[in-house]
């Protein structure tokens, strides 16, 4: 396929799309208040500090407990 015919293309793609408005539905309605965005809440702050760092210290410390699982198993530890 030529090039020409891909410009051609989406040219023909940004002309159709240029008058298109979204659709929106009625049913479903957010309130755009502070904190309920989130899937968490953010009111008790030692609670969300504690929860934070379980997430982050769990991430941190998988690759060294992976690691010392794997040489275990191998019999280096």
Known sequence: MNAVAVFARTGIRARATVGAT???SGAYHWTNDNGKNIPFS??????????VA????????LPFVAGYWQAYKAGRV
């Open 22 to 24: 979204p659709m929106r």
């Open 42 to 51: 953010t009111k008790n702050k030692p609670a969300l500090a504690f929860g």
């Open 54 to 61: 379980a997430y982050l210290g769990t991430g941190f410390a």
